[in-house]
Protein backbone atom coordinates (compact mmCIF):
# COMPACT_ATOMS: atom_id res chain seq x y z
CA UNK A 1 0.00 0.00 0.00
CA UNK A 2 2.70 2.38 1.10
CA UNK A 3 4.88 2.55 -2.17
CA UNK A 4 7.65 4.47 -3.48
CA UNK A 5 9.39 4.66 -6.39
CA UNK A 6 12.29 6.66 -7.08
CA UNK A 7 13.51 7.60 -10.53
CA UNK A 8 16.34 10.31 -12.15
CA UNK A 9 19.27 8.27 -11.87
CA UNK A 10 21.61 7.86 -14.45
CA UNK A 11 25.21 8.53 -15.58
CA UNK A 12 27.21 12.28 -14.50
CA UNK A 13 29.93 13.24 -14.93
CA UNK A 14 31.89 14.50 -12.16
CA UNK A 15 30.76 18.37 -11.22
CA UNK A 16 27.71 17.83 -12.74
CA UNK A 17 23.71 17.71 -11.14
CA UNK A 18 21.15 15.68 -11.18
CA UNK A 19 17.70 15.52 -9.80
CA UNK A 20 15.99 12.64 -7.78
CA UNK A 21 12.70 12.30 -7.62
CA UNK A 22 10.40 10.17 -5.55
CA UNK A 23 6.49 9.42 -6.05
CA UNK A 24 4.54 8.29 -3.41
CA UNK A 25 1.24 6.51 -3.32
CA UNK A 26 -0.88 4.66 -0.52
CA UNK A 27 -0.20 7.08 2.21
CA UNK A 28 -0.67 11.11 2.99
CA UNK A 29 2.97 12.42 2.17
CA UNK A 30 1.99 15.21 4.77
CA UNK A 31 2.23 12.88 7.48
CA UNK A 32 5.63 11.20 7.03
CA UNK A 33 9.51 11.66 7.13
CA UNK A 34 10.64 11.12 4.03
CA UNK A 35 14.49 9.94 4.01
CA UNK A 36 17.01 9.50 1.07
CA UNK A 37 19.65 6.35 1.74
CA UNK A 38 22.51 4.90 -1.01
CA UNK A 39 24.60 2.10 -0.84
CA UNK A 40 27.04 1.39 -2.69
CA UNK A 41 28.57 -2.47 -3.43
CA UNK A 42 30.19 -3.83 -0.37
CA UNK A 43 29.28 -1.28 1.60
CA UNK A 44 26.27 -0.60 4.22
CA UNK A 45 23.41 1.86 3.40
CA UNK A 46 23.70 4.92 4.69
CA UNK A 47 21.46 7.98 4.87
CA UNK A 48 21.66 11.27 2.67
CA UNK A 49 19.42 13.32 3.52
CA UNK A 50 15.77 13.50 4.82
CA UNK A 51 12.66 16.31 5.32
CA UNK A 52 10.27 15.94 8.05
CA UNK A 53 6.95 15.75 7.42
CA UNK A 54 6.47 19.53 7.09
CA UNK A 55 8.55 19.98 5.10
CA UNK A 56 10.26 22.52 7.57
CA UNK A 57 13.17 19.96 8.73
CA UNK A 58 15.42 18.42 6.90
CA UNK A 59 18.71 16.28 7.70
CA UNK A 60 21.81 15.98 5.46
CA UNK A 61 25.06 13.80 5.38
CA UNK A 62 27.98 15.86 6.21
CA UNK A 63 29.88 14.87 2.97
CA UNK A 64 26.93 15.78 1.06
CA UNK A 65 25.93 19.11 2.72
CA UNK A 66 26.14 22.22 0.62
CA UNK A 67 26.05 19.83 -2.57
CA UNK A 68 22.15 18.11 -2.11
CA UNK A 69 18.99 20.04 -1.29
CA UNK A 70 15.59 17.75 -0.47
CA UNK A 71 12.55 19.10 -1.23
CA UNK A 72 8.93 17.98 -1.26
CA UNK A 73 5.87 18.67 -2.99
CA UNK A 74 2.51 17.24 -0.97
CA UNK A 75 0.30 18.19 -4.01
CA UNK A 76 2.24 16.59 -6.31
CA UNK A 77 3.46 13.22 -3.42
CA UNK A 78 6.43 13.80 -4.74
CA UNK A 79 9.88 13.83 -2.95
CA UNK A 80 13.14 14.96 -4.41
CA UNK A 81 16.81 15.61 -4.31
CA UNK A 82 18.80 18.11 -5.94
CA UNK A 83 22.31 16.73 -6.39
CA UNK A 84 24.75 19.50 -7.45
CA UNK A 85 28.12 19.53 -7.51
CA UNK A 86 28.49 15.72 -7.54
CA UNK A 87 31.59 13.22 -7.26
CA UNK A 88 32.39 9.85 -7.95
CA UNK A 89 32.25 8.90 -4.09
CA UNK A 90 28.30 9.51 -5.07
CA UNK A 91 27.94 6.52 -7.22
CA UNK A 92 25.64 4.60 -5.36
CA UNK A 93 22.06 3.59 -5.85
CA UNK A 94 20.12 5.75 -3.93
CA UNK A 95 16.69 5.05 -2.59
CA UNK A 96 13.85 6.97 -0.55
CA UNK A 97 12.14 5.14 1.91
CA UNK A 98 9.07 6.40 4.63
CA UNK A 99 9.81 6.54 8.38
CA UNK A 100 7.16 4.65 10.13
CA UNK A 101 4.39 7.12 11.81
CA UNK A 102 4.93 5.19 15.46
CA UNK A 103 8.52 6.28 15.22
CA UNK A 104 7.29 9.89 14.89
CA UNK A 105 7.17 12.62 11.54
CA UNK A 106 10.50 13.81 11.94
CA UNK A 107 13.41 12.99 10.74
CA UNK A 108 15.75 9.96 11.69
CA UNK A 109 19.37 8.30 11.76
CA UNK A 110 17.88 5.57 12.19
CA UNK A 111 17.73 3.10 9.30
CA UNK A 112 15.28 0.57 11.01
CA UNK A 113 12.85 3.46 11.17
CA UNK A 114 11.87 3.59 7.71
CA UNK A 115 10.11 1.05 7.03
CA UNK A 116 8.47 0.97 3.99
CA UNK A 117 11.38 1.39 0.39
CA UNK A 118 11.73 2.06 -2.93
CA UNK A 119 13.37 -0.16 -5.38
CA UNK A 120 16.54 2.16 -5.74
CA UNK A 121 18.00 4.05 -8.92
CA UNK A 122 21.47 4.38 -9.76
CA UNK A 123 23.59 7.33 -9.68
CA UNK A 124 26.54 7.16 -11.62
CA UNK A 125 28.93 9.99 -11.34
CA UNK A 126 32.13 9.58 -13.99
CA UNK A 127 34.11 10.81 -17.00
Known amino acids: QLRLVESGGGLVQPGGSLRLSCATS????????IGWFRQAPGKEREGVSCISSSGLSTNYLESVKGRFTVSKDNNKRMVFLQMNNVNPEDTSVYYC????????????????????WGQGTQVTVSS
Open 97 to 116: AARALMYGSTCSEDLYEYTS
Open 26 to 33: GFTLDYYA
